[in-house]
């Protein structure tokens, strides 16, 4: 299992870069020309998420992102460090603001129109979104 780690800070101008990377390694990867688009596309919709977390939350550490190559499935992790509301007896405590809570369900449907197999965990400590595209093995492997 090859892995590349990149770390950034919160900030959008480093989406791109962010972008820019994932697509390379998921084509290295095997991940299917026809969908490199799409890769580009969920990371950077998750990394800006990861970012605007972080800002709103006053957050200074960096956002994460894991590229992770398997046999047969190349998987993107972004995390990030935001504190996420849990459920609580208590009315209002720990809870997002109506607003971000329609934001943040609003990236998610995006990552989900563009990638199949996609999870989702959150917590007190941040959250994680691990994004998952079956690769093909290089066509020299195949002789």
Request: proline letters at 6%.
């Amino acid at each position: 299992m090859a892995t590349v780690e990149l770390r950034f800070s919160a900030l959008p101008e480093h989406v791109r870069t962010a972008r820019l990377v994932a697509a390379a390694v998921a084509r290295r990867a095997g991940v299917d020309e026809a969908v490199l688009d799409e890769v580009r596309l969920a990371v950077g919709e998750a990394c800006s998420r990861a970012v605007g977390l972080h800002q709103s939350s006053g957050i200074s550490a960096p956002v994460k992102v894991a590229l992770i190559e398997e046999e047969k499935q190349f998987s993107i992790e972004v995390g990030d460090e935001a504190p996420h509301a849990v459920p609580s007896d208590t009315p209002g405590a720990g809870r997002e603001s109506e607003a971000e809570i329609e934001e943040d369900e609003m990236g998610l449907a995006v990552i989900s129109g563009l990638v199949d197999d996609v999870e989702v965990t959150t917590g007190q400590d941040g959250g994680r979104i691990r994004m998952t595209w079956p690769t093909t093995p290089p066509a020299a492997a195949l002789l």
